[in-house]
């Protein structure tokens, strides 16, 4: 699972005494076993959808952040934000492209926006960007 490969990067992190890496690994990992507890207490378990779903969360905490940094000026902590977004963007699988997105709309018998939307929460969650996929589907 992708978790194990965040806690042994985590492991790594520490080892090298990296604190950036540790810093932002260490979020990331906390943040998908409080999801996974959660999870767990509605009797469901957690999946690597789950952790992507939370790195994407992250990453875009860490995009705000940056913004924030960047209008005060802070040149170093923007630096700081733009490695940690790098570290943890490794593990996100690659999204679709529009192309791709097109193609499999196509390929739907329904092609109303909830039929649509549906269909990639189904089977492309955590592959696809789900705005992206919403303005194809209106046009």
């Keep these: 699972m992708l978790i194990n490969e965040l806690e042994k990067a985590n492991i790594e992190a520490l080892k090298n005494k990296d604190k950036t890496a540790r810093a ?11 999801n996974a507890i959660e999870l767990k207490a509605q009797g469901k378990e ?26 005060l000026g802070r040149v170093e902590d923007v630096k700081n934000i733009e490695s940690q977004k790098a570290i943890i ?8 492209s529009e192309d791709e997105i097109r193609k499999v709309i196509a390929s739907l018998e329904d092609k109303s926006m909830p039929s649509v939307m549906k269909h ?11 705005s992206l996929v919403s303005k194809i589907a209106r046009e």
């Design 46 to 71: 957690a999946t690597d959808n789950d952790l992507v779903r939370v790195i994407n969360k992250v990453v875009k905490e860490l995009d705000e952040e940056k913004a924030g940094y960047e209008k």
């Design 120 to 130: 990639f929460k189904a089977n492309y969650d955590g592959k696809v960007d789900m």
């Design 24 to 34: 932002v690994l260490s979020v990331v990992i906390n943040k998908y076993r409080v």
């Design 89 to 96: 963007e490794k593990y996100l699988p690659k999204l679709m």
